[in-house]
């Protein structure tokens, strides 16, 4: 049985303060605690529901049986699913300097949903480092976490100060915007490296990152379409599948 304590300690996580204080991170659902426990990670606990523990394809010793009913006290979904652990945090990591394959640049993306699934959609299409600015979400958001459906375990995501960064990195490596004044990226010619920027839900690039862009793209509306904008994370996939269409799998 969970106690008082430990419910208070795990919803604190919830929060970034709590994440950061305790050095923690929630994972929920069987697949994405599957990819923790198979991963680089370190596992600090797992709390798993009789289904879980008795069916799961490996299982930690330390696992605590909870109920349901516990595990809906601990838990930020509105239907937890049979599993919680605990990841611990690892240390921040450093955006690269040297540029040989595409790199997904993120200027304040703030939306969890959409943070979480552009993680995913790198990690299908072979993105290895996100860098995104300071002001984006925190990839260890438990709904972020929760969207990336286990991909942060293999995507490496950096948080800088864009500004400082883009001015360090060689001027020959390309540095591509989604912009509204782009160019039609299927017209476009396409390097198989660089850096691919997606700007902020609401606002799209800041004046600031747009400086360093030295090829503005666009997703063309076709029709009499009146839509006004993609929404982020399906406009990366947009963007990344058209990037890699040009190179061999």
Known sequence: MISKNQIKQITALHKAKGRKKAGLFIVEGPKAVDEFLNSSFEIEAVYGTREWIEFAPQILDSAEMISEKELQSISIQKHPN??????????????????????????????????????????????????????????????????????????????????DWLGKIDGAVPVYGALLSGDNIYETKLSSKGLVVIGNESKGISEDVAFFISQGIKIPAYGNSDTESLNAAVATGIVLGEFRRIMPI
Request: with cysteine; charged share 15%.
């Open 82 to 163: 049979q599993v919680l652990a605990l990841v611990k945090t690892p240390p921040p990591s450093t955006p690269p300097t040297q540029i040989n394959d595409l790199c997904l640049v993120l200027d304040t993306i703030q939306d969890p949903g959409n943070m979480g699934t552009i993680i995913r959609i790198a990690d299908w299409f072979g993105i290895k480092h996100i860098v995104c600015s300071k002001e984006t979400a925190d990839i260890y958001n438990p709904k972020v976490v929760q969207s990336t459906m286990g991909s942060i375990s293999r995507v490496q995501v950096s948080y800088t100060n864009l500004i």
